[in-house]
């Protein structure tokens, strides 16, 4: 028994040595499948946790898209304002046909004028010619013409003092249009110790036909009243405007 007995616990040890060699080889196939579950159970978390999020990231696109038709009904409205805008022409239209709007303005004229028989203290009837030009010249109309010539000629009463004489006069603008005049007597002051003579008349014939007119003459000098009592004033010379209004 003593022989059995350290055999056997020879043996007995040789089993356990033996248990804990097969035992030992086993440890890394379980640390591998403990690895194995772990990145099994933690995949489909993962995973799922991706496709949680994904849903919130593609719900963001429905919110851009609702956000374009927003956009896209602010056209309309940018588009509306246009029928609001060509309203607006004919009204404008109208005003070139309203009452009193100037069509024509020439602000600094020259005119020099003869009268036959001269002029003296007393009045008599003479007839009158006269040669300007007139500059600075604004129309209405953004093409109308900036400058014109005119020619006048009448037949009155008239003195050094005052004058009532009816004339005609016949424009030729810059661009080659006409318009006929006729003015009735003019109405004679002084402004500024210069004598001014306002004629209020027509358009009867061409360029801005129908149209009232305004005119005017300012002398350059004086008339000399010496002159006036001898052998009178036969011509003079000045300063001319003109305006057209739309009756």
């Not at 093409?143 to 006048?152: A, E, L, N, R």
């Amino acid at each position: 028994m003593s022989a059995n007995g350290p055999q056997g616990r020879g043996t007995r040890h040789t089993r356990i040595s033996a248990s804990s060699t097969r035992f030992r080889p086993q440890h890394p196939g379980v640390a591998g499948l403990l690895c194995l579950m772990l990145v099994t159970g933690l995949l489909p978390s993962t995973a799922h946790a991706q496709e949680s999020v994904l849903p919130v990231e593609q719900a963001a696109p429905p919110a851009e898209q609702t956000a374009i038709p927003v956009e896209q009904q602010a056209v309309p409205a940018e588009t509306a304002a246009v029928p609001v805008e060509a309203l607006v022409l004919p009204v404008g239209q109208q005003a070139v046909l309203a009452r009193g709007t100037p069509l024509m303005t020439c602000t600094a004229g020259s005119q020099q004028e003869t009268y036959n028989p001269p002029l003296k203290l007393s009045l008599q009837d003479i007839t009158l010619t006269a040669t300007g030009q007139l500059s600075s010249c604004v129309a209405f109309e953004q093409s109308g013409p900036i400058s014109g010539q005119y020619t006048v000629s009448g037949a009155g009463t008239a003195s050094c003092l005052t004058s009532s004489v009816a004339t005609t006069s016949h424009i030729t603008w810059s661009d080659g249009t006409t318009s006929t005049l006729e003015f009735g007597k003019g109405l004679d002051a002084r402004q500024g110790g210069q004598a001014v003579s306002v004629i209020v008349g027509l358009v009867i014939q061409g360029r801005y036909e129908g149209s009232l007119a305004v005119g005017g003459f300012v002398l350059e000098e004086a008339r000399n009243a010496l002159h006036c009592l001898t052998e009178g004033i036969p011509s003079a010379s000045g300063l001319s405007f003109l305006k057209l209004i739309q009756p």
